[in-house]
């Protein structure tokens, strides 16, 4: 751990690589996990360890780690530091896997502003890059409400880029009954209601939720085997699929953590499940997946149904985050509103920070082009498109210090 710059209201920050993250005092980690400013069980102790032992082992991942003057732990920025030719300066990618959700940095609630304040005095400094880039930000979180309060002060500046809608559940309806009349499909309702007495002309339908570590563990080793033998088994894409991600799953969400696992159980057995995790007042929904013998009861519905339901009976959330990093989910079919998500350029308030986000903006486009299209026919049309020799190395960089 190096020191990288005064302190800041008797705040100071040190820059760790993994080894260093690893040793950060357990208790000191896991209250700033609840107490941050913005929720995001991404950056939670069990997460990031678990990515650094698995998925993430040699990705030169990285964090700022801001102090109190009792050495407490208030602030963790997690990132990668890439070069993404033709940019020529470096930048500070926020760190994500394939399966992270959100990229808020954790600043304690108690002194948000001032670690923030004591995060961008670094980042004018340099120290440990002049730019960062962060993906699957809440635009209306504290924590970018306390950036854009400062960032004009120390000559800095901020963009937004690709932003999309993400789902969230709310509750303003008062009671499942009035959202079910008012916000799902009547036809949508009707199906669903059908086929949950279809199931139960089958044995015995229940709902749980498991919040207990041993009762966790054992559901986090059912869903896995749910998931491997539907589509994402057959397509190579479920967690067994590779053994790292074999390794993180059961790390990230088995025993004490975040992790809260929702089940559809027929007779006792999970044929829908969900993952979910939660560092305070809101749920984020992670994955999902359902037993495929009993597609035409649409378990994954009906489980998203009793969810809803579940909500509104604890009242142990305020609001369920749909945790999707782009449009269109069939998740918005279910819950009453949504948020502006996007990701966040930040540095020097010049030409360079407009250079870099546009070629964060191509990278986008890049994406969701291929997605649609046959590559080939993409990118005959992108050579017809306005930047595109410009942007197209900084694209492909991009994406490669994503991975």
Known sequence: MDQIVQPHHKLSHQLLDADAIKALPAQDWDVLARETVTENPAYSRQYVLAGL?????????RAVAVSDDNERLVGLFPFRRRFLPPFPWPVAVGA????????????????ADSV????????????PSRFWALSNIDLGSGFLQSVQAQVAARGLGLRVVTPYRRPTLTGKAGSSTAHSAQIIKKSRVKDIERNLRRLRETGTVDFERAYEPEQVKQRIEQ???????????????????????????????????????????????PIAMSINMSNGATLFTLKCAYDENYRKFSPGLVLEYLVVEEFFKSGAFT?????????????????????????????????????????WTALRDVRQGLARLHPLKYLIQMFRKRFVWSYAAMALSVSWSME
Not at 53 to 61: F, S, Y
Not at 239 to 254: H, I, P, V, Y
């Open 53 to 61: 032992e698995t998925i993430d082992a040699g990705a030169n991942v």
């Open 96 to 111: 994500q896997n394939i399966y992270q959700f959100a990229g808020a940095p954790l600043a304690s609630g108690r002194c």
């Open 116 to 127: 923030v304040g004591a995060w961008l005095d670094g980042l004018a400094a340099g120290a």
């Open 223 to 269: 869903f896995l085997a749910l998931e491997q033998s539907g589509w994402k088994g057959q397509s190579g894409t479920a967690f067994l699929s590779k053994d790292r991600d074999t390794e993180f799953a059961r790390m990230a969400f088995g025993g004490n953590g975040p992790t809260v696992v929702d089940s559809l159980l027929l007779d006792g057995t």
């Open 319 to 359: 609001e369920m985050d749909a945790s999707t990093t782009m449009d269109g989910h069939i998740i918005q079919e279910f819950w009453d509103s949504d948020k502006p998500m996007a990701s966040v350029i930040i540095g020097p308030d010049d030409f360079r920070l407009d250079l870099l986000a546009k070629g």
